[in-house]
């Protein structure tokens, strides 16, 4: 049987800190990479997890020699550091108001109490007193609600490591949410707890300790020792030590011998209970977040998708030549243009002129109408191209699922820049244009240039064009150039989406093989827990 209460004598223990190992690695390698209240919560919870497996379990799992670890926490000016130097009868904590920001927690120890493999020791300042009993170490933990973000993180962490929480209030502050929070949890996880009612004043004595009371007891807390301090007035210094001399021999007699050993069982036992509930509950949150991870990649899919389908359908269906490029061509095309020639059904009858003005008309009529249809293309395809990684945008907060977070680094593409990417697009284009006429090129009636601009025409719509360079150069180099214009213009559509797909990674698949993995240690810590309790 293998005991996790933090014994040695079991069989099977020594493979309990290659299991906390592999579960704080799984989490440590797995941030939430979502904002959506769910996931800051199981933020908190995982770094909560992975606190309570470096300060608490993994130590005691190893079997280490480690005393009853117990901490004055509680809310600013609750009076922790002079309850400290109280039991004392000498000040070891400095007290007061005013805390420097950078404020670590003090732990006292008996000389003879090694805090070798204390968790989080060598974040404290170590005091050996002789007033302490051996195998305590007690900790004047920073403030809970510390304006300080790095106190508050210390004294959280302090608690996690923790057996035993004195909890440290006031008649002032015992109504404190903060505090209250971190009682909640401490309770959940089977922390053994103390209330210290501190500044307590005689007159409202009965009407605050019921309330307190009442408090503790809807928060399951009604069987939690409670000490009463009473308000010293104006004072410096120590309080009264009759006023202590309760709350010191209690330390005294739950922590010493097997007092202090059953502290250290039931804390850890209900550690690896809470952890195991933990560790069901962020799974369920990785879950959640591999859900919407793949919901936020179907987004940018799906967008990119349609976009392109819709334009390519629109460039196979001519609509680059409406407007400008078909008056172009019917100016052009018409009994006095520059390509009415072409027109003709025999063009061996067209009359040649390589090098005359003619040719030169011909050829300069054919290009503008080549960059007509470019333009034309160029703002559909550069609308798109901004649309696309917009839309995502837009979708993506609709979600709801705390995506803004993946959404800060990306930068969004202007107008101008699509506009350019899409001339990009369409130059190298017109480039596959020139290599699909430069076998067919009659010098006679147009250049290379020109007639690869024609072909452009031809694609984009102009039924004229496509009529001419049918005969020039036969049908099937306008397929060519629609299937190379449709499939380049969709990459660069499915491309805008890039930015998004980056931000998200491989997120959404790390995610459900945190899943299996977590599914599997809790298995594992299950039969562990299962083994103990037969």
């Not at 000389?111 to 493999?117: F, G, L, V």
């Not at 923790?162 to 440290?168: C, N, S």
């Not at 025999?346 to 333009?375: C, P, Q």
Request: overall charge negative.
């Amino acid at each position: 049987m293998i005991d996790p209460s933090g014994g040695t004598d079991l069989p099977g223990v020594s493979a309990l800190p290659g299991l906390l190992t592999a579960i704080h690695d799984d989490l440590e390698g797995a941030p939430f990479v979502l904002s959506a209240p769910y996931i800051d919560d199981a933020e908190i919870l995982r770094t909560r997890v992975l606190t309570q497996i470096d300060a608490h379990l993994l130590p005691r799992a190893g079997g280490k020699n480690i005393p009853v670890v117990a901490v004055l926490g509680g809310s600013t000016g609750a009076g922790k550091s002079t309850l400290l130097n109280s039991i004392l009868r000498e000040e070891v904590s400095e007290a007061g108001v005013l805390r420097p920001t950078t404020r670590q927690g003090v732990l006292v120890h008996h000389p003879e109490t090694s805090i070798a493999h204390v968790p989080l020791a060598d974040r404290t300042t170590a005091v050996s007193h002789e007033a302490l009993p051996e195998g305590l170490a007690l900790i004047d933990a920073p403030d809970l609600d510390s304006f300080d973000d790095l106190n508050r993180k210390s004294a959280a962490e302090l608690l996690e490591a923790a057996d035993l929480w004195l909890f440290v209030t006031t008649a002032a502050r015992y109504g404190d949410a903060i505090p209250w929070q971190n009682l909640r949890h401490a309770h959940q996880r089977g922390l053994q707890l103390a209330v210290v009612f501190n500044r307590v004043p005689p007159k409202i004595l009965a009407d605050v300790r019921a309330d307190l009371m009442n408090r503790l007891a809807e928060a399951g807390l009604g069987d939690v020792p409670l000490f009463i301090i009473p308000d010293a007035g104006p004072h410096e210094g120590m309080l009264p030590d009759e006023s202590v001399a309760e709350l010191r021999d209690w330390l005294t007699l739950a922590t010493e011998g097997e007092q202090g050993r059953g502290i250290i069982s039931r804390t850890t036992s209900g550690a690896w209970g809470a952890l195991r509930e933990n560790l069901e509950e962020l799974t369920r949150a990785y879950v959640r977040q591999a859900h919407a991870l793949d919901k936020l990649a179907d987004i940018a899919d799906d967008n990119a998708s349609a976009t392109a389908v819709d334009l390519t359908t629109a460039l196979r269906a001519g609509s680059a030549a409406v407007g400008a490029p078909t008056t172009r061509w019917l100016t052009s095309a018409a009994s006095s243009g520059a390509l009415a020639d072409l027109l003709d059904p025999d063009l061996s009858k067209v009359g040649r002129g390589f090098g005359s003005r003619k040719f030169a008309r011909r050829n300069a009529a054919a290009e503008a109408l080549g960059l007509d249809i470019h333009a034309a293309m160029r703002t559909v395809l550069g609308d798109a191209i901004h649309d696309v990684p917009a839309q995502i945008a837009d979708q993506w907060r609709e979600t709801n699922s705390g995506a803004e977070v993946l959404m800060s680094d990306i930068l969004h593409i202007t107008t101008s820049e699509a506009r350019a990417e899409a001339d990009r697009v369409l130059t190298a284009w017109g480039e596959e244009l020139d290599a699909i006429v430069a076998p067919h090129v009659n010098d006679d009636l147009l250049s290379a240039s020109a007639t690869a601009h024609l072909l452009a025409a031809a694609v984009g719509g102009v039924r004229g064009a496509g009529q001419v360079i049918t005969r020039m150069i036969g049908p099937q180099a306008i397929e060519v150039g629609k299937d190379l214009l449709t499939t380049m213009c969709s990459t660069a559509v499915t491309e805008a989406a890039g930015p998004y797909h980056e931000a998200l990674g491989g997120t959404a698949g790390h995610s459900r093989r945190v899943v299996t993995g977590l599914r599997l240690r809790v298995l594992e810590l299950g039969r562990y827990l299962d083994a103990v309790r037969s």
